[in-house]
Structure formats: structure tokens, C-alpha cells
């Protein structure tokens, strides 16, 4: 079994979207049986909170089913030795990542949209406001570590 986890901030917006668009997919092609997928806050400043509104809304929109008990929750460094991947949605949450798990010796951890070829971030949408963009990343992202 495979085991990602997906990271951002608060894991409000992003890495929860992440999650259930992977999820989504994986139920599609019948998968769901092979992978385990979480997500998490490499922050404390949202945890207990549940995924933020607006995302919430575009999940929905695109007819994305999500576990509406989930919340936050912030990464651990259990988690390294748990996933087979975490993946990042920015520079940023690698940064912060590094006060939790220091070092990466198993090449685990890895940039969402470099599964793209792209180099840039899965940009925030608790500050863009555009979470349509958002969900477009990721969903271009996960297509992408499905064929892996």
C-alpha cells in the first residue's frame, strides 16, 4: 500500500483539497485499495479547525465528496517513518517542515506540482481568494502522480 500525505499551512485549504481529489481519483480507477491518503498543517494555527469554506464549496462544485469531520491537524515526525510521500504545497511548507523533520534521507518528501514538470507553488487561496485555480493545480498534480 502506498501512503501519501499531503501538507500545506493550516491544511484548511490545500493539502485537505489535495486529499480528497486524490481520493476522488482513486475511487474513479478503482484504487482506493492501494493507497492510504492523510493530510496535515505544517503550523499549529489552525489545528481542530474543519476545511475552510470556500474550499469546501469548490470541492463540492466538482462533485468531490469529502469527510465533512475532518480537521486540522499539524505533521508530526512520526509521520516520516508513516508515508511513503509527503508532499508540499509550497516552498514555504518545506521550510517549515524542515523544524519537524529535519532531514529527508528516504527522498520522501517532494513539491506538488513538481509532479507536473512545473516549478512553481500550488499558490494559496486563503490569499488569492482563487481556490478554481487551486483545484486546478492539484487536480493536474494528482493526474500526474497517478501515472508514477
Not at 37 to 66: D, K, M, W
Not at 79 to 101: A, E, P
Not at 114 to 129: I, L, M, Q
Request: with cysteine; hydrophobic share 35%.
Amino acid at each position: 500500500m502506498k501512503r501519501i500525505l499531503f501538507v500545506c499551512h493550516g491544511n484548511i485549504c490545500r493539502s485537505p483539497m489535495a486529499e480528497f481529489i486524490f481520493k476522488a481519483m482513486l475511487r474513479a480507477r478503482g484504487l482506493e485499495d492501494e493507497y492510504y491518503v492523510e493530510s496535515a498543517a505544517v503550523s499549529t494555527e489552525e489545528i481542530g479547525n474543519g476545511i475552510y469554506p470556500p474550499a469546501r464549496r469548490c470541492l463540492s462544485q466538482h462533485g468531490v465528496r469529502f469527510d465533512t469531520g475532518k480537521t486540522a491537524r499539524q505533521i508530526t515526525l512520526a509521520d516520516y517513518s508513516r508515508f511513503d510521500r509527503i508532499i508540499c504545497m509550497d516552498r514555504s511548507n518545506l521550510s517549515w517542515l524542515k523544524y519537524i523533520i529535519p532531514s529527508d534521507p528516504e527522498g520522501k518528501v517532494h513539491l506538488m506540482m513538481s509532479y507536473t514538470g512545473h516549478t512553481r507553488d500550488v499558490a494559496d487561496p486563503w490569499y488569492t481568494g482563487d481556490f478554481e485555480q487551486t483545484f486546478q493545480d492539484i487536480l493536474e498534480a494528482c493526474e500526474c502522480m497517478l501515472k508514477l
